[in-house]
């Protein structure tokens, strides 16, 4: 499965990353890399606390439906695979 994570960044402030199947997992990094790189991470522990407490997965959105979303259309999305969690996990 894949993910859409989505990179936003206002003057003045960090690179913030959510997560628009799951609201409320974020993270954040000092360059557009950094926060790339913290994304995997990040969805990775938001997957296990679900799995933990017994809460099924949501259906991953289309990359389409995300960009016609307001709330997203203005950042860089890109896509975080569970390959990518099991790596990032080490």
């Known amino acids: 499965m894949k993910y859409i994570a989505v990179i936003h960044h206002d003057p003045g402030s960090a690179f913030g990353v959510s ?3 799951f609201p409320g997992c974020i993270t954040a990094g000092e360059t ?17 606390e679900m799995h933990a407490a017994g809460e099924a997965l949501p259906v991953p959105s ?7 979303d307001l709330d997203f259309a203005d950042g860089v999305a890109f896509f975080v695979t569970v390959a990518e969690l099991a790596t990032a996990a080490g």
């Open 19 to 21: 997560f628009p199947d």
């Open 32 to 48: 557009f890399e950094e926060a790339r790189a913290r994304a995997a991470e990040v969805l990775r522990l938001c997957i296990e």
């Open 62 to 68: 289309t990359f389409e439906a995300v960009m016609q």
